[in-house]
């Protein structure tokens, strides 16, 4: 028969100290009507005991499992690795545990996460929309059960939630802005999905930048792809075979932008004297291929951190829903490489 492992109570480190159990467990809380020197006492036993907590227990009796549930699109691109990198670390701060859910940009997927994050009753749910999705209804079923919602990166306005997300207009202008700095006459725009709000507002900010810039709008310029490298490539295919093909491509993203310096190359255009090439996201091969791609950062572990402290600030305020929403849009960065500088 195996030995039976016995597990140190808050009973245990009572009968040492001689206190009585609710003091050990407030100090072992950090609670404030508890002296520093108890804590100090308290903490010094608990070590020596090896106390460890039984979080179960403590979750059950206070109806909270100190645990985030996090759905992302995918978990292969590093955009999102590095916003769960900044969720992590301030959920960290705040003794919260975090569950990833991946949803591979299917909409049914991220049904079953939320279905499984409110099984498992985390506190809240952080979430980046999966491009499939084009009901919302299952966000709209977590905000009248009053769980604790924040929307990070692809967000919706139409489900009035918080949300942290990157001023997506002003980095999809200011990347066109430059491709019209490097002297770029003819400048093309590979776009995605458009019930996906995000890419909707880079094409927005791509034509504003040409309006305001006294370019006419060329519908033969803008192409609309899946946000993938072969979309990428596909849609600079059919820029090309053009009769006045372009002369710079802002992509929506970097994979996108990715396809398109390969078709570029297969055709064996010179990038970026015959064609400048600008993408989004600052995906981590960016910088390491050939020629290195332009792009705009999206901060995307501050954006992590961001929604993290959103989602803390409301709960402790016990302020979800309120109104006006809270909407923390962060600042585009651009990097300029030389896929894009000419000059």
């Known amino acids: 028969m195996p030995a039976t492992i016995e597990r140190t109570t808050i009973q245990d480190i009572a009968r040492e100290l001689d206190l009585n159990a609710s003091t050990v467990s407030r100090a072992l809380n950090n609670h404030q009507s508890i002296s520093a020197a108890t804590k100090e006492r308290v903490s010094f036993v608990a ?108 967000a919706n306005d139409d489900l009035t939630v918080p949300s942290v997300v990157i001023d997506d207009y002003m980095g999809a202008y200011n990347a066109t802005l430059h491709l019209i700095e490097q002297g770029c006459k003819r400048i093309a725009h590979i776009s995605g999905q458009q019930h996906v709000a995000i890419f909707k507002k880079r094409l927005e900010g791509y034509t504003d930048a040409l309006i305001f810039n006294g370019f006419d709008i060329d519908e033969d310029l803008v192409k609309y792809g899946t946000v993938t490298i072969e979309s990428g490539r596909s849609c600079m295919n059919d820029l090309l075979a053009l009769a006045n093909p372009p002369d710079g491509v802002f992509a929506v993203e970097d994979f996108t932008a990715l396809g398109a310096l390969q078709a570029l190359k297969n055709a064996h255009i010179k990038i970026p004297e015959e064609v400048a090439v600008i993408g989004f996201a600052n995906e981590a091969f960016g910088e390491f291929i050939t020629p290195s791609l332009s792009t705009v950062d999206q901060q995307t572990k501050r954006m992590g951190e961001e929604a993290a402290r959103c989602f803390f600030d409301l709960l402790e305020k016990n302020k979800f829903y309120n109104e006006p929403v809270e909407k923390r849009i962060l600042e585009p960065q651009l990097i300029f490489r030389e896929s894009s500088l000419r000059n």
Do not use: W
């Open 47 to 154: 070590k020596r005991l090896k106390y460890h907590p039984n979080k179960i227990a403590s979750s059950l009796r206070l109806g909270k499992s100190q645990i985030i549930g996090v759905i992302i699109p995918s978990a292969e691109i590093n955009f999102f690795g590095s916003v769960v990198h900044g969720i992590e670390k301030v959920a960290a701060e705040k003794n919260f545990n975090v569950l990833i859910y991946q949803s591979n940009e299917l909409m049914m997927a991220e049904k079953k996460g939320i279905i499984t994050f409110l099984r498992s009753r985390v506190d809240g749910i952080l979430a980046s929309i999966a491009k499939e999705t084009t009901s919302l209804e299952h966000f709209r079923e977590i905000k009248k059960m009053k769980v604790p919602l924040v929307l990070f990166d692809r």
